[in-house]
């Protein structure tokens, strides 16, 4: 499941800070990368799209705010969430920060459980299925805590792979995914997978999750890659 816990990007020079970021972001559930300075945060992001951004302001190399500009002009990363870390009274930088496309910010030095919380609650306003038990979509439920899944009430059996599967595809339902995304996003991605071992889970994803009476759910978009969509069904 760990590729599903919310990834957290920390870009921040100083070590102490660092340190206790990463230790309370983990404690409390997320994964963390780390970035030190501003061209190590435009590797990281490009190497992996992070949930959520946390930007030092005062960095050394390029600045919080040409980072955040950066992000905001690239589609692929146009919607990650980004808290800016601003130092007490610079006002003219949160201005500047929520200008340049940040979400919210948090002045320093802050309390770690309200930092958590302000992360908690800009992932829950960018991502609504996070932090839930369950998640529905159609007749498919998903239970997060026991890893049930049923359809029409009836049980489903999934293996490992095609639980993450469908569990990222019900968080976005009607999206369509290319196989490089969801290799991404549901493999993670350091694994080095062909992108055609895609279509073999999505395979045994729609056998499994096709039972009698059903309809299929998963949507092939010709050269695109698949989407999850009630829409099918009505057609
Ligand atoms: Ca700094």
Known sequence: MSNLQPNVLIVEDEPPLVELLSYNLEKAGFQIHIARDGEEALLAVEERKPDL??????????SGIEICRRIRRNPETRNVPIIILTARGEEDDRIRGLEAGADDYVVKPFS?????????????RTRPAFDKDSLTYGDITMDLTTHRVSRNDEPVDLG????????????????????????????????????????????????AMNLPGT????????????????????A
């Open 215 to 234: 309809t299929d759910l998963i949507r092939t978009v010709r050269s695109a890659g698949y989407a999850l969509d009630l829409k099918e069904q009505v």
């Open 53 to 62: 951004i946390l930007l030092d302001w005062m960095l050394p190399y390029v």
């Open 160 to 207: 490992p792979t095609e639980f993450r599967l469908l569990r990222f595809m019900m968080e976005h339902p009607g999206r369509v995914f290319s196989r490089e995304q969801l290799l991404d996003s549901v493999w993670g991605h350091d694994t080095y997978i062909e992108p055609r071992t895609v279509d073999v889970h999505i395979r045994r994803l729609r056998k």
């Open 112 to 124: 770690p459980s309200e930092l958590v919380a302000r992360v908690r609650a800009v992932l829950r």
